[in-house]
Every structure is written in C-alpha cells, then in structure tokens.
C-alpha cells in the first residue's frame, strides 16, 4: 500500500541536542511538507520541497533544518536552536509537481516529540 | 494574509443526527480547499478536495460546499455515527500560492449513543 512513514512516533530530546526526524513516501509525490501542531493551534508550515534538492521556509523555519536529497524522502532536523521543540510534527505530500493545485495533501501519522 | 475560522470549536451530537461544520477563510483568491478528519494522536486523513471552479463535493455521508465570493465552505455529515467522532480541519492554500496550506484550528465532533 502507498503512503507516508513518519518514524519515530515518540522522541525525546535533551537540552542542547540536535534531532532528526525522518519521512518517507512511496507514492511517487514530488512535493513534500512539513508541519507543527500545537493544542488549540492550527497546523503550521515549517518547510516544504517542491522538487528533489529544492526547499522553502515555511512560516515558522527557525531552529530547524531540511534536505531532499531523495524523492522519496524528507529528513527533518530540530536543532538546539529551536527553544520550544515540543509538538506534534507532521509528513505530508502532494502530487503535480511544479503545478501543484488541485492536488490533496496525504499526511503520515506524526511524531511526538518531547523535551527531556 | 489568508487566515481560516473554524466554528463551532467543539460540537456533540446523537447518533443519527445530520450536522454542519462551518469553515471561512479572509482571502477568496483560493485554487481549493481540503477537508480533513484526524483522530486522537494521528495524522490528518483527506476527505474531500473542492477546486476553486467546483461549488460541491459529494463523498459517501459526506458533502462539502463551497462560497468563494462569501469566503466560506461548509461539511455536511448525514445520519452520524459514533465512528465520525473526531476533529475535522479545512485548509486553503496561503494567499498567493497553489501548494502551502493554511489551516483552521479544526471543530472537534463526538457523537454519542
């Protein structure tokens, strides 16, 4: 079955630390997002790629880092930079390439991560 | 800047009743929007994508319209079932764009037996 994997589903992270959280889909999407959610918060665009090797900031891009070096798959980074890590991180993807609309997003099942 | 209102925030309703969510967003330059269903501690699951030329979408118990000119879109789930019970989101893309979503902060639904 096609869809997105989002591992782990629970991180911990210490003070000072640098975390990666990984994505992958197998739906032959090109475009590919990330996100945080908090409670009582909507969801929140932190980064997206549109094309393998090509990446944007989202609204909320501080304190944390991307690659797309693969197509099929979207590491994200929390570094020690970002103060107020703790959220519920979600992996989206979309198809249509450079074209993009018309095209729903798939969403994995997230990553809670925590603060030691 | 586009910006998305969900209301109610929270509803219950018995099984069997048929309900409306309520979603608006500021900037009616839009190419779609989505609705979403998530459930406790999951990821979002798409229900329905309405293109900005469409005014409905129909998909089993489930329709969604869309008012482009008053800036609003509205889910309509038929006969509800407990099973329905979860928080549903709409998302439009950011003003000016095709592919970032912005998204509302969702109504969270329970029906009860």
């Known amino acids: 079955d096609g869809g997105i994997t989002q591992s782990p589903k629970y991180l911990f992270r210490k003070e000072g630390q640098n975390v990666t959280l990984s994505c992958e889909q197998n739906?032959?999407?090109?475009?590919m997002y990330w996100y945080r959610q908090d409670p009582g918060q909507g969801l929140r665009l932190i980064y997206y790629?549109?094309?393998?090797?090509?990446?944007q900031k989202g609204d909320i891009a501080e304190g944390y880092s991307v690659s797309r070096e693969k197509k099929e798959s979207f590491p994200l980074t929390v570094t020690s930079a970002q103060k107020n890590p703790t959220a519920f991180y979600l992996c989206?993807?979309?198809?249509?390439?450079?074209?993009?609309?018309?095209?729903?997003?798939?969403f994995g099942d997230g990553t809670r991560l925590s603060i030691l | 800047k586009q910006e998305v209102t969900q209301i109610p925030a929270a509803l219950s309703v018995p099984e069997g009743e048929n309900l409306v969510l309520n979603c608006s967003f500021t900037?009616?330059?839009?190419?779609?929007l989505q609705w979403f269903r998530q459930d406790p501690g999951k990821g979002l699951t798409s229900l329905l994508l309405?293109?900005?030329?469409?005014r409905e979408q129909t998909s089993g118990r489930l329709n969604a319209s869309l008012d482009k000119s008053s800036g609003r879109s509205t889910l309509y789930i038929a006969a509800s079932q407990p099973g329905d019970s979860a928080t549903y989101l709409c998302?439009?893309?950011?003003?000016?764009?095709?592919?970032?979503?912005?998204f509302g902060t969702g109504t969270r639904l329970q029906v009860t037996l």
């Open positions: 309405i293109q900005s030329s469409q």
């Open positions: 790629s549109q094309i393998v090797n090509d990446f």
């Open positions: 739906l032959n999407h090109d475009a």
């Open positions: 998302a439009v893309p950011a003003t000016g764009t095709a592919s970032k979503l912005t």
């Open positions: 900037d009616s330059a839009i190419y779609n």
């Open positions: 989206a993807s979309s198809g249509g390439g450079a074209a993009l609309s018309g095209q729903p997003q798939h």
